[in-house]
């Protein structure tokens, strides 16, 4: 029953990777089916399989960075065909029917189904990008802009979207407009990469001076500020249109919402687990606010993939092999990567014998 | 203190507190300036107590400066006009609620938000340009810049109208702003039903929407549906009723400045649903992070309106007949007044009775 699988799985909340062999359905009249070249590791990877949330099951396959060759198509698909390169991210289903779907906004669809550990319509549990190959709805597969490298291309299908949502969402992205960035990782250096291809001018927000050079010199950031610098925080006092707040420690609002100009928007993309302290003055009196954006939905997926391929935005990657994976989680752990880890799947995980 | 001519013209009297225990004594002093070129003088008819006045005179935000005669949302009848003041003349019925200045040259002001400028002089507790400190509302005239006076519509009572110029433009102007007016039948939830709580249920329901009464208590579930209009009212305290509303409004206005939980107000918000806070809490508010990002929600703030939206809203209110419910009082008994604010005890908003409480200063 079903097209075997091979993978890396935790086991339980360990979090440890280890081999796994499953089945996936197999190609459905409406599925695509393909190889999985490449998979990026997301910090909510990380999260899910210690199961931080207390929504894991297990096992558990991460991964939805998904990307790879389409090798077959289901008899009803007709925006795909083998040969094709293609990419999954967070989402694998919705329900098509409600509010937030219609608007093409299935991320926030409360029936929507997660790319990994999540029930589908057939019972089954998903399992996600650490494997050899996936299925997936039609619906959900994001084509790959023919110039885009793949493996650097894997982690727009979250942390782009995620960042990419917001700017268009808030009305963020006018030519000349000015952003703050807050944290350089996964999310961080991939929204200084769109922002300044949407014309911003960009300061990123950091709690020290370590990547100031990388943010200035390599990403292309305007101006960096470290925000436990008294100093820096005042000279930057209401200058910014809106903020990217991609920390999910917990940490201080109140010098981020000092930094907005009047009117001005806080989206947060990161979670932090514990509640925040939410000083109100800012917001009454200044009438700014607060938000909240998770990954985008399927339609603007792809419109984010298409401006990536049109101004060459990838992530900053560093490519390792399946066996590597664990001492990856243990460096993510510690953010000691720049910026995102992407397995190289197809040459490196091989079934066990 | 700073230059205060004190010629029989501007010589003053109200009430004001001395220090911190908030209470109000009589008090005669001279308004700051001569009525000048720019100028409305007016005869002070009815004035507003609103709950900034009790935090003020109780030093509770921790600015304020002694002796403080509060009141911000004040009605009289216009007593001197200066001579470049066209929009009013003697005997026109007017009112001055929170602001009475602004820089009047930077982007705020020149989009009508003299109330985002970032050098906005307040009614009271507050220094003018020339530095000599502003007295509310508590008296018997103050002296405005016509461009902080507004027109009183000829529908609205004095009395009832008052507390239009803080209550009333603290709601309206969020929800004009935040989008809540501009398709009937959306859900707006109004957390607390107080002087802010009752006026947003009136003007909610003037602009169609369905209005739903989030309390601790179901004690105004009768008046709030019955008398104000609401469509239903839910208790947060009763977890079914709560459980039910999830995901139902899409906007909450929340006008409760004691300390409390925002994560139940946001499980009610739909997806995209914003959360507006309009009460000043003294510390800060816990937020959960993770219903906002689940639901692309937000929480905003606001605070009053410029002086074109104040004036916008006061003709709406004329137009709709609405006006706040009040209960009306002498000077005299300001004191029981604000012990009885302090615990909500008013259906919904005391307003001076000023002109009949002096004998003339």
Known sequence: MGKEAFGLAAKDNSGVLSPFRFSRRETGEKDVRFKVLFCGICHSDLHMIKNEWGISTYPLVPGHEIVGVVTEVGSKVTKFKTGDKVGVGCMVGSCGSCDSCTEGLENYCPKMIQTYSFKYYDDTITYGGYSDNMVCDEGFIIRIPDNLPLDAAAPLLCAGITVYSPLKYHGLDKPGMHIGVVGLGGLGHVAVKFAKAMGLKVTVISTSDSKRDEAINRLGADAFVVSRDQNQIKDAMRTLDGIINTVSATHSLLPLLGLLKPKGKLVMVGAPEKPLELPVMPLVFERKMVMGSMIGGIKETQEMVDMAGKHNITADIELISADYVNTAMERLEKADVRYRFVIDVANTLKPTP | ?361
């Open chain 2, 1 to 361: 203190m700073a230059n205060s001519q004190s010629t029989d013209e501007n010589k003053a009297f109200g009430w004001a507190a001395n220090d911190k225990s908030g209470v109000l004594s009589p008090f005669h002093f001279s308004r700051s300036r001569e009525n000048g070129d720019n100028d409305v003088t007016v005869k002070i008819l009815f004035c507003g107590v609103c709950h900034s006045d009790l935090h003020t005179i109780k030093n509770d935000w921790g600015f304020s400066h002694y002796p403080i005669i509060p009141g911000h949302e004040i009605v009289g009848i216009a007593t001197k006009v200066g001579k470049n003041v066209t929009k009013f003349k003697e005997g026109d019925r007017v009112g001055v609620g929170v602001i009475v200045g602004s820089c009047q040259s930077c982007e705020s002001c020149n989009q009508d938000l003299e109330n985002y400028c970032p050098q906005l002089v307040y009614t009271y507790n507050s220094s003018s340009f020339d530095g000599t400190r502003n007295q509310g509302g508590y008296s018997d005239k103050i002296v405005v810049d016509q461009r902080f006076v507004l027109s009183f519509p000829d529908g609205l009572p004095s009395d009832a109208g008052a507390p239009l110029l803080c209550a009333g433009i603290t709601v309206y102007s969020p929800m004009k702003y935040y989008g809540m007016t501009e398709e009937k039948g959306k859900h707006l939830g109004v957390s607390g039903l107080g002087g802010l709580g009752h006026i947003a249920v009136k003007i909610g329901k003037a602009f169609g929407l369905k209005v739903t009464v989030i309390s601790r208590s179901s004690e105004k579930e009768s008046e709030a549906i019955d008398r104000l209009g609401a469509d239903s009212f839910l208790v947060t305290t009763d977890s079914q009723k709560m459980k039910d509303a999830i995901g139902t409004m899409d906007f909450v206005l929340d006008t409760v400045s004691a300390e409390h939980s925002l994560l139940p107000l946001f499980s009610l918000l739909k997806v995209n649903g914003k959360l507006v806070a309009l009460g000043l809490p003294e510390k800060p508010l816990e937020l959960p992070v993770f219903p906002l990002v689940l639901g692309r929600k937000m929480v905003g703030g606001s605070q009053i309106g410029g002086m074109k939206e104040t004036q916008e809203m006061l003709d709406f209110c004329a137009k709709h007949n609405i006006v706040a419910d009040i209960e009306l009082i002498k000077m005299s008994d300001i004191n029981s007044a604000m012990d009885r604010l302090a615990k909500s005890d008013v259906r919904y908003r005391f307003v001076i009775d000023v002109a009949n409480s002096f004998s003339s200063a």
